[in-house]
């Protein structure tokens, strides 16, 4: 016999499981992701700090700009920009002697963001969390694969992110006549 009472229960009841256990395993690995990195916020894609200097070493010669200057700010976007869209997490770090290469070799060129307060940039990672710099290399060691490295107070922190290009950088470096000869 028909009884309408119990047929669109069962569906209902299992399509209802069905979507409760899915939200219950993404949960689940949101949860395991955010306690791996520290970060509740890990999936979050944008990154809006402003440092509050820039230091340019152009091929042996070096340029301290004030982050409230024009050059800083244009340069702090390009950052931002880059930052913000697609990067990756490379255990890669900064060792000693390639930090001593890229502030002293002269056929180098390395951008340094300074912040005033440390930042965090949001990854699925535990790393890049309380980064008072950032150096980006454009020409040299590294320069090649769109690397940033992050410092803390100076000194090399674990890991590096890799983005798209630091191509706009380079451009902007060479337009604006802070550093030529790329």
Known sequence: MYDPSISPGKTASLLNFLLMVALVIMGFLYLVVAGYS??????????????????IRCYGRELQLEG???????????????????????????????????????????????????????????????????????????????????????IPAGGSIHVKTNQPLIDYLAASALCIRF
Request: negative net charge; glycine residues 4%; hydrophobic residues 45%.
């Open 38 to 55: 520290h970060d509740i916020a890990w999936f979050w894609p944008r990154f809006d700090h402003m440092p509050n200097q820039v230091i």
């Open 68 to 154: 409230t200057s024009a050059e800083a700010e244009a340069i702090a976007l390009l950052v931002n920009a880059q930052i913000s869209g697609d990067k990756r997490f490379d255990p890669m770090n900064l060792t000693a002697p390639t930090y001593d290469y890229y502030r002293s070799d002269p056929g180098v060129v390395t951008l340094i963001l300074a912040y005033a307060e440390p930042i965090r940039i949001h990854l699925p990672s535990m790393y890049f969390t309380n980064i008072t710099s950032l150096l980006i290399p454009l020409d040299g060691r590294h320069a090649s694969s769109s690397i940033i490295f992050g410092l803390i107070n100076g």
